[in-house]
C-alpha cells in the first residue's frame, strides 16, 4: 500500500555539524511533501514543504531536496544546534490539500 | 497566540466511557484535519472538512468515531463507548489549501486520551 518510511530511525550528530535526514516514498502520485519537527509533548511543527515542480527548496538552516525519480526525500539542518533535538517526519500527500501520510519519523540527538 | 487550539490536553477515562474532544484552527484556515498518534509511529489521518463539510474519513474511523465541525470555525471529535486501544494522542491540524494546491497544514498540540 502507500507509505512513506525513513531510512534511520535514529541519528545522533555533534553540534554544529551539518544534519541530513533521509526519507522514502512509494506513492510515485504523491506531488506534495512536507517535514515536521516534533518535541516531546507537543504537535509536529512545520519546517519547510516542497512540490513535486522542484527538486531543492532552502530554508534558514533548512534544505529540502527531492529525487522522484528515486522517490527520495532528504532534510539537510545545517550547524545543527542542541534545540534541533527532535523526532523529524517527512509526509507526503496529493496537491489537493487533502490527507496527510506520515512516516515513522527519525529521532535526532545533538550532542554539545 | 494564534496557532491551533486543543482542549483537554490530556483526558483520562475508563473503558466505555464516551469523550469528546474539541479543536480550533487557525482562524483564517478553511481547511481542519484529525489525525491519531501512537508512541514512536507517526501521525494517522482520521478525517478532515473544508468548511462544515467532511470530505474524507479514514477506515480508521469505525463507527464509534464522529466528528463535526458545525460552523466551519472549531470541530468536535467524539469516541463512544471507548476502547483499549483507543489509547493516542489525538491531533487537530488546520490549512488554507484550497483544493487547487496544498498548502502547510499546522498542528495543535494534541489530546492525550488514556484508557483505563
Known amino acids: 500500500g502507500e507509505s512513506v518510511g525513513l531510512h534511520l530511525p535514529t541519528l545522533s550528530v555533534q553540534e554544529g555539524d551539518n544534519s541530513i535526514i533521509n526519507c522514502a516514498y512509494s506513492n510515485s502520485a504523491s506531488d506534495y511533501f512536507i517535514w515536521y519537527k516534533q518535541e516531546s509533548g507537543k504537535g509536529p511543527q512545520f519546517i519547510i514543504d516542497?512540490?513535486?515542480?522542484?527538486d531543492k527548496r532552502q530554508g534558514q538552516r533548512v534544505t529540502v531536496l527531492l529525487n522522484k525519480t528515486v522517490k527520495h526525500l532528504s532534510l539537510q539542518i545545517a550547524a545543527t544546534q542542541p534545540g534541533d533535538s527532535a523526532v523529524y517526519f517527512c509526509?507526503?500527500?496529493?496537491?489537493?490539500?487533502?490527507?496527510?501520510?506520515f512516516g515513522q519519523g527519525t529521532e535526532l540527538s545533538v550532542k554539545p | 497566540d494564534t496557532g491551533v487550539s486543543q482542549n483537554p490536553r490530556h483526558k483520562i477515562t475508563k473503558r466505555g466511557q464516551n469523550v469528546t474532544f474539541r479543536c480550533d484552527p487557525i482562524?483564517?484556515?478553511?481547511?481542519l484535519y484529525w489525525y491519531r498518534q501512537t508512541l514512536g509511529q507517526g501521525p494517522e489521518f482520521l478525517t478532515y472538512?473544508?468548511?462544515?463539510?467532511?470530505?474524507?474519513k479514514s477506515r480508521l474511523l469505525s463507527d464509534r468515531f464522529s466528528a463535526e465541525r458545525p460552523k466551519g470555525s472549531f470541530s468536535t471529535l467524539e469516541i463512544q463507548r471507548t476502547e483499549q486501544g483507543d489509547s493516542a494522542m489525538y491531533l487537530c491540524a488546520s490549512s488554507s489549501s484550497t483544493g487547487l494546491f496544498s498548502q502547510p497544514q499546522h498542528f495543535g498540540d494534541g489530546t492525550r486520551l488514556s484508557i483505563l
Open positions: 482562524s483564517e484556515h478553511n481547511r
Open positions: 516542497i512540490r513535486s515542480n522542484m
Open positions: 472538512f473544508q468548511n462544515e463539510a467532511q470530505l474524507e
Open positions: 509526509a507526503e500527500s496529493d496537491n489537493q490539500g487533502g490527507k496527510l501520510i
